[in-house]
């Protein structure tokens, strides 16, 4: 399985960001994928995740603000970031994991908000 991140930039504090994530390979064994992020000199954090049935997870600092969708037709996944904060701050990597207990991840994409 190998997985693409796209669409970090810079934005403004309550700016709006969306990434997406394309992923190839032997799809079928992937149940949950997730955005995770890492902040300079932070350990990466889970930030959401969302089954193959659509059940998804927020850490409470994104409630409410960003949202995670995946399309298992094309086999993509987003995260629509809106109300951006300074500390979202952070390299944002796509991760999936296999029903077998294996992990995938990007590379990640650089999202910047700041003034």
């Known amino acids: 399985v190998q997985l693409v991140e796209s669409g970090g930039g810079l934005v403004q504090p309550g700016g709006s960001l969306k990434l997406s994530c394309a992923a190839s390979?032997?799809?079928?064994?992937?149940?949950?994928m997730g955005w995770y992020r890492q902040a300079p000199k932070k350990e990466r954090e889970l930030v959401a995740s969302i089954t193959r049935r659509n059940i998804t997870n927020y850490t409470d600092s994104v409630k409410g603000r960003f949202t995670i969708s995946r399309n298992n037709a094309i086999n993509m996944m987003y995260l629509q970031m809106n109300s951006l904060r300074p500390e979202d701050t952070a390299v944002y990597y796509c991760n999936a994991q296999s029903t077998g207990g294996m992990d995938y991840w990007g590379e990640g994409t650089l999202v910047t908000v700041s003034s």
């Open positions: 390979g032997i799809m079928l064994s992937i149940d949950v």
